[in-house]
């Protein structure tokens, strides 16, 4: 990739940034976040207390890249086929015709998806793996890109189901907005809610960039922005010491280093770089594997979070250097 090319690829991702933090007030540090994984072609989970927008975000985000977005509040009688789709029987011509279901878009905003029960979350496994949807034993394939953005309240909350590990794992990464990190912040929420004059500003949001010129960056994120195998020995070292360590009963399998390696392409995009180096990766290790990890019940039962566990294996491995960008 030459500077001209890095350059207006890293202004068209401060543009989307940019754009998010006009209706979304928080840390830019997660705005890159959640941008890098939607660039690796990947999905989200925020898991947060009700208030603290993550609807909001998802919806912002979704505008802002110019894409086409549907929205699902799951709720315990909600259904596969209120997702995927039905074939429905036409009585005229004697036929079914498929209904496509919400699942048919580029950004699924999955609200609240821990209030559905896990048969009603497993619908989502086939469409996140594979892109495509099977309805009465016909293939659909979805429209690319297709992300989802689901957003969770934590499983100590009434009325949840604990998603399934194999749910969790088909995300790149789970994120989470928490409280405002001062008063200035929280006044500024405030403010905006006045000037809006309305409770959902996204009707009014313009793009930052199209589709065509959002499906571009990912292409670059795939196929021009080089990993030096060091790197690779990095983010491998750090999974195989999750399978090893004392408080983990099931660690994080070959697809998490998969997701570590795609987002942290992303995240070195956003940067202006085409190449990989040890702070892209360590900026969303946690993010990316903390979710993955199955812990050994008496340790869950004493409050270890996975997140500690991605710590110590994070001090534990050391960073490569003399990274370069050689192979690009």
């Avoid at 409280?179 to 000037?195: T, V």
């Avoid at 009014?204 to 020995?233: G, K, S």
């Amino acid at each position: 990739m030459n500077e001209r090319e890095l350059e207006e690829a890293r202004l068209s991702c401060e543009q989307i940034i940019d754009r998010i933090g006009t209706a979304f007030v928080g840390n830019r540090v997660l705005l890159r976040k959640l941008l890098g994984a939607a660039l690796a072609n990947g999905h989200v989970l925020f898991e947060d207390f009700p208030g603290l927008g993550k609807t909001l975000l998802a919806k912002v985000f979704a505008k802002s890249i110019g894409s086409d977005t549907k929205r699902v509040q799951f709720t315990p009688d909600l259904l596969p086929t209120d997702i995927l789709g039905v074939n429905v029987w036409r009585q005229n011509d004697s036929t079914f015709q498929m209904v496509k279901g919400p699942v048919f878009t580029n950004v699924l905003l999955a609200d609240e998806i821990n209030r559905a029960p896990p048969k009603t979350q497993s619908a989502l496994l086939e469409a996140m793996e594979e892109r495509q949807v099977t309805i009465d034993g016909t293939t659909n394939q979805l429209s690319l890109p297709f992300v989802v953005i689901a957003t969770q309240n934590p499983i100590e909350q009434e009325g949840t189901y604990p998603l399934p590990e194999a749910q969790l794992d088909r995300f790149l990464l789970k994120l989470s907005a928490g409280y405002p990190a001062n008063q200035e912040l929280e006044n500024d929420i405030l403010l905006r809610r006045i000037e809006w004059q309305k409770d959902d500003p996204t009707e009014d949001l313009e793009p930052a960039v199209d589709m065509e010129r959002f499906v571009e960056l990912q292409r670059l994120v795939e196929t021009r922005v080089y990993t030096d195998p060091l790197i690779i020995d990095y983010i491998t070292q750090l999974v195989r010491l999750t399978r090893e360590h004392p408080r983990v009963a099931v660690g994080v399998s070959p697809r998490g280093a998969l997701a570590l390696l795609r987002v942290s392409r992303g995240i070195a995009l956003i940067h202006g770089r085409d190449f990989v180096v040890p702070d892209d990766v360590k900026m969303v290790v946690s993010d990316a594997l903390s979710h993955r990890v199955i812990l050994n019940i008496e340790d869950t039962l004493e409050g270890v979070r996975g997140q500690e566990v991605i710590d110590e294996v994070l001090q534990e491995v050391p960073v490569p250097s003399d990274i370069g960008k050689s192979g690009s």
